[in-house]
T-cell receptor
Framework: RKEVEQDPGPFNVPEGATVAFNCTYS??????FFWYRQDCRKEPKLLMS???SGNEDGRFTAQLNRASQYISLLIRDSKLSDSATYLC???????????FGRGTSLIVHP | ETGVTQTPRHLVMGMTNKKSLKCEQH?????MYWYKQSAKKPLELMFV???????ENNSVPSRFSPECPNSSHLFLHLHTLQPEDSALYLC??????????????FGSGTQLSVL
């Protein structure tokens, strides 16, 4: 089983839609969790951390389910500019190595 | 000026060439990383340096040789590469290694093609 798994998509949604992605991780000792965004031919950039109690940043909501070992990202009122690949990152192990999922592609169309 | 700068942006090299990738960070961070990103695959961690000391080598072939002269600069020396080494090579930095909430700041990457 891969350490961090994501559905590659693409998720193809109209503007204004609500879309959610999940990411599962295999190591129950994982300590911290993040979502990064990567635009085509660009570097990944931190979107938001994921806290145990869940957290929100504008239209973006991140949640953590430790029992089922997954994190989620919800995007409300999708914009064309949200089109990108969303990378799940889990810091795992004693040395907290950031481990990336392969990413979920989102395409928002008019 | 961006926080993490990588050069060159693009590199084409033959299998017998020797080249180097350069990374510089202006964020005052103590940890630096090399990642490899191939098409349809997750980012693969290659090397980690913390306070100039290598702390991780993720079973990378010896044809990739990292160098970290100080906390602000990181190099990846390349020699006798194979075509399957063609990929986007990303440098990243973070404030400190070993922290649970380590956040990475990436450079723009070097797109490498090995002919």
């Amino acid at each position: 089983r891969k350490e961090v798994e994501q559905d590659p998509g693409p998720f193809n949604v109209p503007e204004g839609a609500t879309v959610a992605f999940n990411c599962t991780y295999s190591n129950s000792a994982s300590q911290s969790f993040f979502w990064y965004r990567q635009d085509c031919r660009k570097e990944p950039k931190l979107l938001m951390s994921v806290y145990s109690s869940g957290n929100e940043d504008g239209r973006f909501t991140a949640q953590l389910n430790r029992a089922s070992q997954y994190i989620s990202l919800l995007i409300r009122d999708s914009k064309l500019s949200d089109s990108a690949t969303y990378l799940c990152v889990v810091n795992t192990g004693g040395s907290y190595i950031p481990t990336f999922g392969r990413g979920t592609s989102l395409i928002v169309h008019p | 000026e961006t926080g993490v700068t990588q050069t060159p942006r693009h590199l084409v090299m033959g299998m017998t060439n020797k080249k180097s990738l350069k990374c510089e960070q202006h964020l005052g961070h103590n940890a630096m990383y090399w990642y490899k990103q191939s098409a349809k695959k997750p980012l693969e961690l290659m090397f980690v340096y913390n306070f100039k000391e290598q702390t991780e080598n993720n079973s990378v072939p010896s044809r990739f040789s990292p160098e970290c002269p100080n906390s602000s600069h990181l190099f990846l020396h390349l020699h006798t590469l194979q075509p399957e080494d063609s990929a986007l090579y990303l440098c990243a930095s973070s404030p400190d290694r070993g922290q649970t909430n380590e956040k990475l700041f990436f450079g723009s990457g070097t797109q490498l093609s090995v002919l």
